[in-house]
Structures are given as structure tokens and as C-alpha cells.
């Protein structure tokens, strides 16, 4: 396990493709090899792009990932399906096929999948940043498939985030409901040679300046705060200046608006740098991180506590027989606990 | 705290109406209160309503607790607003007035909303549901605005559940994708009247027969048994009768079709018994309950603990500063819990 570790951070690629599929497996030692990892990690620029089916983030996410490498940095690529049990259906397959064809592992392409709950993949996606990360990757792009909260929590691992919007699909209605507007650093009309792309343009404008208000004044301002580096109480970073997220227009498949694209997310990750947003992030993304991973392994220890205790139909026998109630049933099964945290 | 219980159980709306109170504001003596009630509970029909929004559920609802009472019944309506911060907005507030101006106590109308987390609106509801039942109505009718996952969860307190589809509306593809048509024992097309309501009727007997089919052969069939009584391996019900969700076209504004509603949801209450349904409806419920109990008193526990042991600001700035790491941090926080739970 060690030897992993040490083979990745030499930058075997083989050892990072091991330790993915470690991480997306949950195979035994996995917490331990991103323990290892976790001191090594911290340099990479990582960039979150979603949107809905069809708005063309793998085509985007393909032209900016060629551009990163052509100007000399590093890049992996995290593709994140989670409606899809399976790693690396078709399409996915396609494009890992088209990266190691070429021989070309300065873009490290890699596929992950629900196996287990959705909250789960949110914990193994940050896992995998941290892989590539401490390996040494100068790029870690996160795509997603799909606009919905889970959707939001696995972007949220990133520094920047982009969100894509076909062009007059009214599509921009149903993610703002979906939460995505609010998470988005950076809009990208994406096909925006098509019908409808202005008036697409020009709702989002529209939604982003009621957003910002919001934003300075109403109830979103915490939730907006955690997410774009605007000023939080802790680490007090400049109370002046609030970010005001770009659109973009790119005809992908053609290449254009790739590099209009790639400047704003540079700015905005010079905005973080400058406010010191990037900190609060990284701190409010590993305060989540303990408090999700202090919740699964409670729930983990409970569930055993609970089979110790009888096992769960048996407490439901005595609930139906009202010999007892489910307040009290959980009472019973915490009073160990409780007794043992009183004695400290 | 005793006497509240007692005055429940003695007939005394204003003892119902404190305690569902104290249920909605988790006031301190909450969890006893319902702990006291639990033996006094298992009588009750309890009936979920949901749909989209303008579908006309409360109409409904009010025409069916009216016919209740009519036919010597007493009935407990709950309705939940999820969106809502506040209990009883405008529209509840008219309904309520209305009940007690007659004086009507019969029919007891009470509205919940979401003061803390939505999965603690489910659970306030169970507790409701028991005050109500306890506290003797015959009938309690739960009803819930909106038709997303968070009201998936508030119906399954239900013996049977009715949902409501407003005529022409598409709303049927919307309630497909919410998992609303799986939880369904009947359907109502309301304001059947209206332009469009065959077609809609067609529509939704066309999608439930995909669903019965998926029911019985598919993947969805574990989850559908839990909800609708559809045979599972414990409790043995007739494994050879599948209930068939009947569609009832009603025009609620005019009464119409309350009978053959009312009608409808007697069948499905005769299967339930018939088939030993509503027993394993009420095993799974009350262990989905003390599940969710659990979880939520655990997170509580070692919220506590966190705190206790510095926080997670501090916890923070160690893994930031790469001392440590999340998972070396979680495991730390839950090493005295595991050595006590070793202990025993």
C-alpha cells in the first residue's frame, strides 16, 4: 500500500489509475492511501463543468484539457456519470480509448460512477482530486453529467466552477431551480452559433443580476459565500469586492471561445487568490468533508451497535406489539454511547 | 407533561392541538409526549394526498373529511407545506378558521410546516400522525403540497396514498421523474371537467401499466412493495394479488366523485388487510423511523463530541496546515466511541 503511495507520487500514471479505482471501489486500505496523499496536495487549479445532458461539457471539457497541455501544463480529467452504475459506459469509453491512444498522459482521463450512494461519490470525487492533485497535476478538471443537488455537491469540490447552458433551451429556468446558478463562477453558452443562443445570453444576464443582488443582501448570501469565495466572516477577505461571474460563448466542436473561456477562469482564480477565497473554500470544503465522513462511519458503527442490540427486526417486533416506541428503542441503543462520552 | 397526555387521551382538542405544537416546534418533553402515546396508537386509517400544486388537494381533501364526518367518522387533517418557513399561511389559515368557526371538531384541521430540516418534517409528520391516531380519529388524511422527494417521504406515513393529477398538464411525465407514480395506491384526475382530462386519464393508465409490469419483474419492485403492500418476503402476504392503482375522475369543487373516491381508497385499505399489507407497511415504517432517529440523534452526539474535542475550526487549520487529513481526523473524533463499543 506504501509502495503505491510512493509509486503515484514518482508519477507512475499506472499507480494513479490504481489508486482511482482503489477510491471508486472503496477497496480496504483506500483511507489510508488518501491519508497519505493528503500532505502532498494543494497545488493543483480545480475547475468544476456542468450543465445539462446535451450542452456539450465533454466536447468543452476535451478542447480546454488539449489547449492546458498544449501550453505546457498537466491536466486530469475527472468525468463523474451519476445516473450510470457501470465506470466508463460507451461514450466515456470513447474518449479514454481517443487519450491513451495517443499516448498522450499529460491528459489523464478518468471515469467515475455511482456504486454506491450518491453522497459517496461526492466523498470518492474529492478522494480522486486529491489523488491527481498529489500526483502532481497542474489541471484537475471535474465533469459532471446531469444539474441536480448531487450534482452541485461533486462540483463543489473545485476551485471555479462552470456551468453550461445550451442555447434557448430554457434550460436556464430549470437550473436555477436545481441550485446551479448559484454555484456557477463562470457561465458558458456553449453552441452559441445556434438559434437562440443571444436570447439565452441575455436571460442568464438577466437572472445573474438578480442573483447578485440577492447575493449581497438576501438570503443566499452564506450559501453563495461558501461556494464563489465572497466574503465570509472568517479569514475576512476583502468586503469590497464581490465577483461578478462572466458568459462566455463557445462553438466547442469547433474550438471557438476555448481560449475567452480558459482567461475567465483565470480570472477567477486570480479573484480568489486576491480575496483570499481560495482559503475560506479550501476550509469550508474540509470542514464538509469531516462532518460527511464523521456521519458515514457514525452511521456505520451504529448500524453494528444496532445487530449487536438485537438487530432491527427485532426492535420492530416490540414497536408493533407497542411494548415499546421507536424514540425509546433509539434511546436504548445511544445510552452506551452517551454513558461512554459522560465518563471522558 | 403527563397531564397533556392524559387530556389528549381524555377527548380535549386543545391538548391534541398543544402537542402537535410541541411536535412541530420539537419543544423540550416532545419525544416522551409521543413515546407516551405510541401504545395508544394502531387504530386509525391514515390516507397521504399529494400532487403538483393547483391539482386541487385541499378542495378534495375538505369534501372528503366533510363526507367522513357525514357518515359518523372523526378525521385529523394534517397538511404539510414544505416551502413554507411559517405554519399556516393564508390559504391554510382560511381553511382552519372555516373548521372552527362551525365549531367542527370532528374534523380537526391542522397545517405543518418546515421549520427545521425537511427530513425532520417527516418525522414531525409521523408524530403528528400518532397524536392524531392516539388521540382516537378514525380517519387521519395527510396532505402535502408539491410532488418532489421530500413529499414522497411525508406520504409514506400513509396506509394508502392518492394522488392528485390535474387534467392536460403534462404533469404526469413531471410526476414520473419524482417517483410520485410508484408510490401511488389511486390516482385522481381532478377538475375532470376540464379540456383534457381524458387524455390525461389515458395517459396515466398507460404509465401505470409500464409501472405494474417494472412492479412485478423489474427493479423497482422492492421499493413499490414497501410503499404499496405488494408482496415481500417478510410477513408473507397472498404472493398471487397485486392491487391494480384504480384511476377516479372527480370534479372536487362540486363534490363530484367523492364517493367513488372515498370508494377507492376502501378497497385499497380491504387489500392491505386482506393480504397482510398494512402490517408489513407498518414494520417497514417503524423501522425506516427508528433508523432515521438514530442518524439523527447520533449526528447530534458527536456534533457534541467535535465540539468537545476542539471543534472543527481547529480540526480545520490542522488539515489545512497538512498535519493531518480528514480521515485521520474523523477516525480520531470516533476512536473513544469505538473503544467503548469494544469495551462491552
Known amino acids: 500500500m506504501s509502495d ?15 489508486v482511482i479505482t482503489k477510491i471508486e471501489n472503496r477497496s480496504p486500505g483506500y483511507r489510508e492511501v488518501v ?12 475547475i468544476g463543468v456542468t450543465g445539462s445532458p446535451g450542452a456539450g461539457k465533454s466536447t468543452l471539457v476535451d478542447k480546454v484539457a488539449a489547449r492546458l497541455r498544449d501550453d505546457g501544463h498537466t491536466v486530469g480529467v475527472i468525468a463523474i456519470d451519476p445516473s450510470s452504475p457501470y465506470s466508463g459506459g460507451a461514450v466515456l469509453g470513447d474518449r479514454i480509448r ?21 453522497g459517496g461519490l461526492s466523498t470518492a470525487t474529492t478522494d480522486a482530486v486529491t489523488a491527481l492533485d498529489a500526483f502532481g497535476k497542474d489541471y484537475v478538471i471535474v465533469e459532471t453529467v446531469g444539474a441536480g443537488q448531487n450534482e452541485v455537491d461533486i462540483v463543489r469540490t473545485a476551485d471555479t466552477v462552470a456551468v453550461l447552458v445550451p442555447p434557448g433551451s430554457g434550460d436556464d429556468v430549470q437550473m436555477l431551480k436545481a441550485g446551479i446558478l448559484e454555484i456557477g463562477d463562470v457561465f458558458v453558452v456553449n453552441k452559441a452559433d445556434l438559434e437562440g443562443a443571444d436570447r439565452t445570453v441575455q436571460q442568464l444576464r438577466e437572472m445573474l443580476q438578480g442573483r447578485s443582488t440577492a447575493g449581497h443582501h438576501g438570503v443566499s448570501g452564506t450559501e453563495m459565500a461558501e461556494v464563489t469565495g465572497t466574503p465570509t466572516e472568517k479569514g475576512a477577505p476583502d468586503e469590497t469586492e464581490a465577483w461578478e461571474p462572466p458568459i462566455v460563448e463557445t462553438v466547442a466542436n469547433r474550438g471557438e471561445g476555448v481560449g475567452a473561456f480558459l482567461a475567465a477562469l483565470e480570472d477567477h482564480g486570480e479573484y480568489l487568490d486576491r480575496t483570499g477565497g481560495r482559503e475560506q473554500q479550501a476550509r469550508d470544503r474540509f470542514a464538509a468533508a469531516i462532518r460527511t465522513l464523521l456521519r458515514e462511519d457514525a452511521n456505520r458503527l451504529l448500524a453494528a451497535e444496532l ?5 432491527i427486526e427485532s426492535a420492530v417486533d416490540t414497536v408493533m406489539a407497542r411494548e415499546t416506541d421507536p424514540y425509546t428503542v433509539v434511546d436504548e441503543i445511544l445510552a452506551p454511547l452517551r454513558a461512554c462520552l459522560d465518563e471522558e
Open 4 to 18: 503505491l503511495v510512493d509509486e503515484l507520487l514518482a508519477g507512475k500514471h499506472g499507480a494513479l489509475a490504481r
Open 35 to 46: 491519508s497519505a496523499l493528503h500532505e502532498h496536495t494543494g497545488h493543483a487549479e480545480v
Open 98 to 118: 481517443m487519450a491513451s491512444n495517443a499516448g498522450d498522459m499529460d491528459v489523464f482521463f478518468r471515469s467515475m460512477s455511482a456504486r454506491g450512494s450518491l
Open 307 to 311: 445487530d449487536r442490540q438485537g438487530g
